[in-house]
């Protein structure tokens, strides 16, 4: 009789989930990637486009995810490279609202490594992407769930629709006059700014290290410009 209980007894204890601390996957065990209402991920050979992302801090103790606006088309598939250009570790994850809202409760409690398709978690100054189709329109979110980092303003609307995406973009024409990449500006003889309200004239905008590198003096442009951190800025070319 003893022999069997303790049969029964190791038996029950192989049977039963093994459960670890830290780095996980599956998302909590709720609905699979692959099922979720902000898409799935995406094949890489099949991107329609890339958006670069910056991770950061700046001097007035906010957190900031920056990138050209992200209105998507429902269906496209976006390469998101992400560069954490910040001191502290950050991440990067694309959820609804609600869910990011659920999981920041959670990341307050246990800092958990998530490792999921939607997410990515980068150390100061490394680098990586996520490759994601939006499959469903609506309102999401691309986040830092880090404890503290969301409050700090680590967060940004992703709009996805049937009519969003780069043809809905006003573009405006203009000429490179002069580049300074170590200062990271630009200065464009433009036309009118229609989204802005500012007629034509020559301007000095911020751009990121990645468009610059790819403009020269005297290039002919089509350019789309916003106001970040309340400076002008070139937030998409082509």
């Given at each position: 009789?003893?022999?069997?209980?303790?049969?029964?007894?190791?038996?029950?204890?192989?049977?039963?989930?093994?459960?670890?601390?830290?780095?996980?996957?599956?998302?909590?065990?709720?609905?699979?990637?692959?099922?979720?209402?902000?898409?799935?991920?995406?094949?890489?050979?099949?991107v329609d486009r890339t958006i670069d992302v910056t991770l950061l801090e700046n001097d007035e103790g906010q957190m900031l995810i920056e990138s050209e606006p992200m209105d998507i088309k429902e269906g496209e598939t976006i390469r998101f490279n992400i560069t954490n250009k910040g001191e502290l570790e950050h991440e990067f994850v694309l959820d609804t609202v609600e869910r990011n809202a659920e999981h920041k409760i959670e990341m307050a409690k246990m800092d958990m490594e998530h490792d999921?398709?939607?997410?990515?978690?980068?150390?100061?100054?490394?680098?990586?992407?996520?490759?994601?189709?939006?499959?469903?329109?609506?309102?999401?979110?691309?986040?830092?769930?880090?404890?503290?980092?969301?409050?700090?303003?680590?967060?940004?609307?992703?709009?996805?629709?049937?009519?969003?995406?780069?043809?809905?973009?006003?573009?405006?024409?203009?000429?490179?006059?002069?580049?300074?990449?170590?200062?990271?500006?630009?200065?464009i003889i433009h036309g009118p700014l229609v989204t802005l309200d500012m007629p034509a004239m020559t301007m000095v905008f911020r751009a990121d290290e990645t468009m610059i590198a790819n403009m020269s003096e005297g290039q002919d442009i089509e350019f789309v410009a916003d106001r970040v951190k309340g400076k002008l800025t070139v937030t998409q070319i082509k």
């Open positions: 009789m003893k022999n069997l209980l303790l049969t029964t007894s190791f038996a029950i204890a192989l049977s039963a989930p093994a459960f670890a601390a830290g780095t996980h996957d599956g998302g909590h065990g709720e609905t699979k990637p692959a099922a979720m209402m902000v898409g799935m991920p995406g094949d890489a050979a099949k999921d398709p939607n997410r990515i978690r980068l150390d100061a100054g490394a680098s990586g992407e996520v490759v994601w189709t939006f499959a469903n329109s609506g309102t999401f979110e691309a986040a830092c769930l880090i404890a503290g980092h969301y409050e700090s303003g680590m967060h940004r609307e992703v709009a996805v629709g049937e009519q969003m995406a780069q043809a809905d973009v006003e573009y405006t024409s203009g000429t490179i006059k002069k580049i300074d990449a170590k200062a990271g500006k630009v200065t």
